[in-house]
């Protein structure tokens, strides 16, 4: 075949490879000294040999199999003493970096893991089952991260290095990216990705995971199909978005749903679905699309409901507005610790975009729009759960008035560390009782309100 420059294409696998010194490219991670100089020279051979254009179009197995049988030829030619488990695994590193993102990709690839925080070549931590813990991974150095963050951006349209060393992207499976780059991040890039679960997430799967009681899923159901609007407020890695994709799995199938988010996670599974996305600012600091922007948008495009991923700034003002003008059964997320922290946070926020309005009506419009607040947290033993369902009732004098439909009440923990705990509920009647007649479910949220004690 006809050779690339000084590669060729791996049909030619008798072409000549020059020779590079053993310090031309760093040792693979977690090897012996006395072979790192050995594997890394191995490794050069075998990257000279390769068109990384031919690689790229290569499905990842056909590319695996073509590689162990060039590092086993070169391995064999220089007598070097590998075993074929050390062959098979510098193919898999090479295939992963070729095709893949590097070291990562053991871990993209395990359902096991949740989240992964890369904080420089030697420190990677991961989340499984919500316990965070140091990963054995290891890159070479802090380049083969800064490429792979590239990578990472460059496969959506976007970039990031030092001139604009921060960035929000997704991968293709729709996992989560961040990432900083220096001189903001002092000790080398760091990327933190929140992996998208594969598993359709429903309340069903959430009362087995112990997220919550029967109970507290059926009243989460009727909110969901009585077209209430609802805030879902939690910290960080909380579940929040997981909680928005089980309640929307219960919309139905004949709405039109407009979807709005920085970096798209949600998984809706209705035929009517529009995703919208944010854009960042080019080159010339011009083009930015913010959440705002695609809010007033969203309203002109008929949706029935909007569903705004995480709300975060001035497009609060227009979510409220968007809730008050026939647009029930919208949702979004936000960042608090409490239901009652989520509802002055939204006041906050409506203030940086709407500066003149005065409180009061600000706080009118939040009692009218807003029906339900449900809080999740994740607590100390790993476990998400919903810690709070609020209702919020209406406006006494400038207070906003809340009633707690559910709360979860921590009791003691078990001899596994696992939390125990108990839900009681205050079996009021909720300021959107009108609602639930409406759609003829009030008895229906009465009955799971009272399985609880008061």
Known sequence: ???????AEFASPSASAESVPADAVDALPERPATRAAPLSRLRTQVLDRVDPVVAAELPASVLRSQLEALVHELAGRDR????????????????????????????????SISDIMVNGPDRVFIEVRGKMRLSDVRFRDAAQ??????????AVGRRVDES????????????RVNVVFPPLALDGPCLSIRKFSKKKIDFAAMVAN?????????????????????????????????????????????????????????????????????RPPNLEGKGEINQRDLMKNALRMRPDRIIVGEVRGAEAFDMLQAMNT?????????????????????????????????????RTQIASAVDLIVQVERMRDGVRRVAQIADVCGLEGDVITMNDVFTYEFEGEDANGGLLGRYVSSRTRPGFSEK???FGLERAWMDAVQELPA
Not at 94 to 105: F, R, S
Not at 214 to 238: K, Q
Request: charged content about 25%; some cysteine; glycine content about 8%.
């Open 326 to 362: 026939g647009h029930d059964g919208s949702i979004c997320t936000i960042h608090a610790n409490t239901a009652r922290d989520a509802v002055t946070r939204i006041e906050n926020m409506v203030q940086m975009g709407s500066m003149s309005l005065p409180q009061r009506a600000i």
């Open 80 to 111: 070097l003493e590998l075993s074929a488990r050390e062959q098979a695994r510098l193919a898999e590193e090479l295939t992963h970096d070729m095709v893949g993102y590097g070291p990562l990709e053991p871990l993209l690839q395990d359902d």
């Open 164 to 175: 604009s060393p921060l960035l929000d992207c997704r991968l293709a499976d729709g996992s």
């Open 436 to 438: 639930l007649r409406y």
């Open 145 to 154: 991260v800064a490429n792979i963050a590239q990578k990472m951006a460059a």
């Open 1 to 7: 075949m006809k050779p690339f420059g000084r590669r």
């Open 210 to 278: 112990g997220s919550m009681i029967p109970s507290v899923a059926r009243v989460l159901e009727i909110a969901a199909r009585c077209r209430l609007n609802i805030v879902v407020s939690g910290g960080t890695g909380s579940g929040k978005t997981t909680m928005m994709n089980a309640l929307s799995r219960l919309i139905d199938h004949e709405e039109r749903i407009v979807t709005i988010e920085d970096a798209a996670e949600l998984q809706l599974q209705q035929p009517h679905v529009v995703r919208l996305e944010t």
